[in-house]
C-alpha cells in the first residue's frame, strides 16, 4: 500500500456547507462585476462625502465654521515653503501667497472704505494676483464678484449693476475693456487697476500700493464667518434670458467645491493642472479651491492652450488634469442617490418640459435625450441670482413628479446610457454652447439688429464636425434697398460681444420663418447647417486671421471641415 493511502484527505476535514458558501460568494462577486461594475467605488466615494458632510456638520452644532480661507492660512503656517502655485515657471508658496494677499488686504483696509459683507468685483484673467486679490478681500470679509473678462459693453455693465460692488479691481490687460464701460460706470463704483500708475481719472493703482503695503495679517475677525449659508462669491452665468446672472455662491458651497478632487480620491503629493478661466467656478472652487483641501500644489495656465498641454503636464509633473468637456463630466461621477439628479422628456418646438394629460413631467428612456434637473430640498438648496427674482424663478420647475415638489432647471439636455454615464446633448431655450460656453442668442442678436441696415437677426448654434458643442450662425434680414456692410458687421459683433459669441457664419435670406406660436423657426435653419453646397443663399464666414467676414466658399467649406482653418 502506498504511503499517503495512510493520509487523512484534506476536504474531508472541512464542514460540508463550506464549499456551497464559497461558490456563493464567487457567485456574487461575478454577479457584481457584471452588472454593478462601479459598486465599490462608488461606495468608496460615497462614504468618503458623508464623512466629509459629518465634519462640515460637527463645525455648525459646535459653532465654528473653517471656510476654505481659514484652512488656507492653516497650510501657509504648516507647510510655508512648500509650492502652491505654479505660473509660467514661477514658484510661488503657500507662504508667498499669504503674504501677498495679506499686502492686499492691508492696502484696501487703509485706503478703502470697505466694511465687511461689501461686495468687489474682480475683472481678471488667469494670474497669480486673480488669486492674491482674492484672497486678500476675503480676508476682509467682503463678498467677491467674479467677471468674465470675455464678456463686454452693455452686458458688462449689466454684471456691475446686479452685483453693486463697492470697488472694481481691473486686470493690466483688461484697460481696454475698462476704457469701453467707463464713461458709463456707475459714480459710486470705485476702480482699482493691477498697474504702478494710472492714466485714466479717478481712477486708482494697486500695485504700487501692494509694494509698500505690510505682510501683516489684519484681524481674524474680518474674515470669521457666522453661517455657512452666507454669501462669499458671486459667479456669473450666461443664462438663457441674453443677459449674464450673478449666481449667489455661500461658505457651504465652496467647501463642498473644495471637497471634490479629495472624494475622487486626489492627495496632498497630486499637482493639478488648471487651464480654465478663474472666473468659471470649475477652476475656482474645484480646482483652487480643491488644492487647499488637499494641500497639493497647483500649475496655473493664462489660457489653455491645445498645443502646450501635453508638454506643460510632462513639464510640471502633472498628475491630476480638470476635463470639463460639458456638464456630464462631473455629474457621472455623482451618485444617483446622494445627488440626485432626472432627465425628463422636453418640447423642443414649445421650448418646455412635457407634461403628461394628468399635468407631471415624465422621465426619458436609456438613450434619449432629456432635460437634466435636480430637486430642490435642504440638502441640495438652490440660493438663486443676486437682484433678480424673475430669473430665479425661471430656473425652478415645480409639480414635476408630484404636488409640492421643487426643481432646478439646468437648461442642459443630457442623454444617458445603459451603463448609467451621462453625455452632454445640447442647450435649450435660445442658446447654445461653444468653447466651452454658453451663447445666448438673443444677446448676440440684438447686437446685430443695432446695424442700421439689419431689419432682423436669428441667431442659432451649428455642428461643425470633430468640434464640441455648436459654432454660431445668425440668418440675416437686410433693411429695403440697404446692402451687407461685411466691415461693419466684423466691427459691431468684436466691439460689444465676447469671442465665443461672434457668429462665425452668416446667412442672408429674402424672408424669415416662424413657427405657429410666432417665434423665428430655428430647427430647419440648425439641420440646414452652413454647406454653400446646398444653400443657395449667401454665406459669409468670419476668419479670424483676416479680421473679416470672407464669401464662403465650397473651398473655404472644405478647409474648414479639413481643419486647415482654426476655429
Not at 66 to 72: N, W, Y
Not at 340 to 369: M, S, T
Not at 517 to 524: A, D, G, L, N, V
Not at 544 to 562: D, F, G, H, M
Request: aromatic share 12%; proline share 4%.
Amino acid at each position: 500500500m502506498r504511503a499517503w493511502d495512510d493520509l487523512p484527505l484534506f476536504p474531508k476535514l472541512l464542514p460540508s456547507w463550506v464549499p456551497g458558501v464559497v461558490a456563493g460568494f464567487a457567485s456574487l462577486h461575478l454577479i457584481q462585476k457584471l452588472l454593478f461594475p462601479y459598486f465599490w467605488a462608488d461606495l468608496r466615494y460615497l462614504l468618503k462625502v458623508l464623512l466629509y458632510g459629518l465634519r462640515v456638520e460637527s463645525y455648525r452644532q459646535r459653532g465654528k465654521i473653517v471656510t476654505v480661507l481659514d484652512k488656507f492660512v492653516k497650510l501657509a503656517e504648516k507647510q510655508p515653503h512648500k509650492a502652491f502655485l505654479i505660473y509660467d515657471g514661477k514658484v510661488l508658496s503657500y507662504r508667498d501667497v499669504d503674504r501677498r494677499s495679506n499686502r492686499v488686504a492691508q492696502v484696501f483696509l487703509h485706503h478703502g472704505t470697505l466694511k465687511k459683507g461689501d461686495t468687489v468685483a474682480l475683472l481678471m484673467g488667469n494670474e497669480p494676483d486673480f488669486i492674491h486679490v482674492w484672497f486678500g478681500l476675503a480676508k476682509l470679509g467682503c463678498v467677491v464678484a467674479f467677471l468674465n473678462f470675455n464678456v463686454r459693453s452693455r452686458s458688462l455693465l449689466h454684471c456691475l449693476t446686479s452685483c453693486e460692488p463697492k470697488i472694481l479691481i481691473v486686470g493690466a490687460d483688461l484697460l481696454g475693456t475698462l476704457e469701453e464701460i467707463l464713461p458709463n460706470l456707475q459714480k459710486d463704483i470705485s476702480v482699482w487697476v493691477m498697474t504702478k500708475d494710472s492714466t485714466f481719472p479717478s481712477v486708482h493703482s494697486l500695485l504700487d500700493k501692494m509694494e509698500a503695503a505690510s505682510e501683516d495679517p489684519v484681524p481674524v475677525s474680518r474674515r470669521s464667518a457666522s453661517n455657512l449659508k452666507s454669501s462669499v462669491l458671486y459667479i456669473f452665468t450666461s443664462g438663457t434670458t441674453g443677459l449674464p446672472k450673478a449666481a449667489v455662491i455661500s461658505h457651504m458651497q465652496v467647501l463642498k467645491g473644495a471637497a471634490g478632487l479629495w472624494a475622487f480620491g486626489a492627495t496632498a503629493e497630486d499637482i493639478i493642472y488648471i487651464t480654465l478661466p478663474l472666473y468659471h467656478s470649475a477652476a475656482s472652487l474645484l480646482g483652487i479651491g480643491g488644492c487647499i483641501e488637499l494641500g497639493a500644489t497647483c500649475v496655473l495656465r493664462k489660457k489653455f492652450s491645445a498645443s502646450q498641454f501635453w508638454s506643460d503636464c510632462k513639464k510640471y509633473n502633472v498628475t491630476v488634469i480638470q476635463y470639463i468637456g460639458e456638464l456630464c463630466r462631473y455629474l457621472c461621477s455623482q451618485p444617483v442617490l446622494f445627488f440626485p439628479f432626472d432627465l425628463i422628456k422636453y418640447d423642443f418646438q414649445k421650448d418646455e418640459p412635457i407634461r403628461n394629460k394628468h399635468g407631471w413631467c415624465e422621465k426619458v428612456k436609456k438613450g434619449e435625450a432629456g432635460l437634466l434637473i435636480s430637486q430642490v430640498n435642504a440638502k441640495n438648496p438652490f440660493f438663486g441670482y443676486a437682484g433678480n427674482k424673475r430669473h430665479t424663478e425661471k430656473k425652478l420647475l415645480s409639480e414635476v413628479f408630484k404636488k409640492g415638489d421643487l426643481y432646478f432647471n439646468t437648461g442642459d439636455l443630457m442623454v444617458q446610457d445603459h451603463e448609467n454615464f451621462l453625455y452632454f446633448w445640447d442647450r435649450i431655450g435660445d442658446t447654445f454652447r461653444w468653447k466651452g460656453e454658453n451663447v445666448a442668442t438673443t444677446e448676440v442678436s440684438d447686437v446685430i439688429v443695432m446695424l442700421d441696415f439689419i431689419q432682423e437677426a436669428n441667431v442659432y448654434g451649428v455642428s461643425v464636425p470633430d468640434h464640441e458643442g455648436k459654432a454660431g450662425m445668425a440668418s440675416l434680414i437686410l433693411k429695403q434697398n440697404r446692402a451687407m456692410d461685411l466691415e461693419q458687421m466684423y466691427k459691431q459683433v468684436v466691439t460689444y460681444l465676447p469671442g465665443y459669441a461672434c457668429p462665425l457664419f452668416l446667412r442672408v435670406q429674402e424672408t424669415m420663418e416662424m413657427t405657429g406660436t410666432f417665434k423665428q423657426q430655428k430647427f430647419r435653419l440648425v439641420d440646414e447647417g452652413f454647406n454653400p453646397s446646398t444653400i443657395t443663399d449667401p454665406l459669409y464666414f468670419l476668419d479670424n486671421s483676416k479680421q473679416a467676414y470672407i464669401l464662403l466658399t465650397k473651398e473655404v467649406y472644405e478647409r474648414i471641415l479639413s481643419g486647415q482653418i482654426k476655429l
